[in-house]
T-cell receptor, first 113, second 113 residues
Framework: ETGVTQTPRHLVMGMTNKKSLKCEQHLGHNAMYWYKQSAKKPLELMFVYSLEERVENNSVPSRFSPECPNSSHLFLHLHTLQPEDSALYLC????????????FGEGSRLTVL | SQQGEEDPQALSIQEGENATMNCSYKTSINNLQWYRQNSGRGLVHLILIRSNEREKHSGRLRVTLDTSKKSSSLLITASRAADTASYFCATSPMAGGYNKLIFGAGTRLAVHP
């Protein structure tokens, strides 16, 4: 496989559930990102990991918990979400010291009931 | 905080026509990038222009950057129905030690056969 792969592509969960989104990159990059895309709003940067260390946390509620066990994998753990958290969650990676270009996955469409 | 703002929000043209989208931003940047997103999918990088560059070409794409006006434009020449998508500008702010891209709200382009 190549590029950035996100699973699941679609997820429906209740407000009391606990679920996780997974992202895997096969590009040898050393930085990974979570973005949130809601309807009619700009992409919101949620978390940035560089060399497996979190370097950015954009005031994201604690019900979103990221995990980066190695430079190829990134998780977003979800618990007690709200309906307004329904959105497309996009993972991206980059070789941060080079071009600055981000490579995105196809996204995980989350619906919170 | 939102950095890039695209204009117009939506654009509808006929095949063969040119499409021009504009982006304005607020702070000093390292580079500015344009991305494309088909409905409900991930973003795809189109072109990157550095702060010391004024114009860049890639196939049917032409990007200009005016740092004095803090603005950029993306021109798609001889448009095709397959160009129908949302287009986002993203800026890499000068401050910060990692690749942090701030996206605008995007321009929705519809190209009619």
């Amino acid at each position: 496989e190549t590029g950035v792969t996100q699973t699941p592509r679609h997820l429906v969960m209740g407000m009391t559930n606990k679920k996780s989104l997974k992202c895997e990159q096969h590009l040898g990059h050393n930085a990974m990102y979570w973005y949130k895309q809601s309807a009619k709003k700009p992409l919101e940067l949620m978390f940035v990991y560089s060399l497996e260390e979190r370097v950015e946390n954009n005031s994201v509620p604690s019900r979103f918990s990221p995990e980066c066990p190695n430079s190829s994998h990134l998780f977003l753990h979800l618990h007690t979400l709200q309906p307004e958290d329904s959105a497309l969650y996009l993972c991206a990676s980059s070789q941060e010291t080079v071009t600055g270009e981000l490579f995105f996955g196809e996204g995980s469409r989350l619906t919170v009931l | 905080s939102q950095q890039g703002e695209e204009d117009p929000q939506a654009l509808s043209i006929q095949e063969g026509e040119n499409a021009t989208m504009n982006c304005s931003y607020k702070t000093s940047i390292n580079n500015l990038q344009w991305y494309r997103q088909n409905s409900g999918r991930g973003l795809v990088h189109l072109i990157l222009i550095r702060s010391n560059e004024r114009e860049k070409h890639s196939g049917r794409l032409r990007v200009t950057l005016d740092t004095s006006k803090k603005s950029s434009s993306l021109l798609i020449t001889a448009s095709r129905a397959a160009d129908t998508a949302s287009y986002f500008c993203a800026t890499s702010p000068m401050a910060g030690g990692y690749n942090k891209l701030i996206f605008g709200a995007g321009t929705r382009l519809a190209v009619h056969p």
